[in-house]
């Protein structure tokens, strides 16, 4: 049972929890770029990065293939 209670709390601890700042940063990025807002995305960006957004974050919303700007 005790190996069962460690083998959980080290699944926990590999899960990462981003910071409230970044989920919002990154949801405003997102807006943006459906908006075609570029101006914002700069700032938008560095908010992220700054409270810990992945570059592999930021550019999954780069790059998303459902954003296809006309």
């Known amino acids: 049972m005790k190996s069962l209670v ?3 709390q080290t699944a926990r601890a ?3 929890v981003k910071h409230p700042i970044v989920l919002t940063a990154l949801l405003y ?3 943006a770029l459906v908006r ?3 101006e ?3 700032e938008l ?3 992220a990065e700054e409270f810990g957004a992945s570059e592999r ?3 999954y919303l ?3 293939p459902r954003r296809v700007p006309e």
């Open 29 to 31: 990025l997102r807006e």
């Open 62 to 64: 780069l790059e998303d």
């Open 57 to 59: 974050d930021v550019n």
């Open 36 to 38: 075609e807002e570029y």
């Open 14 to 16: 590999t899960v990462r």
């Open 40 to 42: 914002k995305c700069r």
């Open 45 to 47: 960006i560095a908010i």
């Open 6 to 8: 460690r083998a959980h």
